[in-house]
């Protein structure tokens, strides 16, 4: 089956203009065309399309991405430097996933904490206000 632009955004989440931006910069190899010379694409461009929805979630730059899509050209050869390539932006992604971690931890511990000083269970304390200012 092909679809078209449109129903090919729908399918895939990208706006007209991402999907249009990717076809220009070579990110979708053999891209077909209907009658019309209208954009087309089958089952398996839009299974590459939603792989670079993912590349670009991971962070990769348009050159990564078109350094990715050139060794995915090359085969099977080519899954060793593929597979470092994910590995280096899965620890990105895992490091990410620890920062942010961290920032909600750090969020319910300053949440608690507010609690506690309204509840009157813990005194106030800051380390932007010094304690000398605090007794003036």
């Known amino acids: ?3 078209s632009m449109k129903q090919t955004c729908e399918i895939t989440g990208l706006s007209y203009d991402t999907l249009k931006f990717y076809c220009n910069e070579g990110l979708i190899p053999n891209v077909k065309r209907d009658q019309n010379n209208y954009r087309v694409f089958n089952d398996h461009d839009i299974e590459w399309i939603k792989s670079l929805s993912c590349l670009k979630n ?3 730059s348009l050159k990564e991405m078109k350094k990715y899509l050139a060794l995915c050209l090359q085969g099977e050869v080519s ?5 470092k390539i994910l590995d280096d932006k899965l620890r990105e992604l895992q490091n990410k996933i620890k920062e942010i971690q961290d920032s909600i931890d750090f969020i319910h511990w300053k949440q608690n904490f507010y609690q506690d000083v309204l509840s009157g269970k813990t005194k106030y304390y800051s380390n932007l206000i010094l304690e000398d200012q605090d007794s003036k």
């Open 79 to 83: 899954i060793p430097e593929r597979q």
């Open 58 to 60: 991971c962070n990769m």
């Open 1 to 3: 089956m092909l679809y």
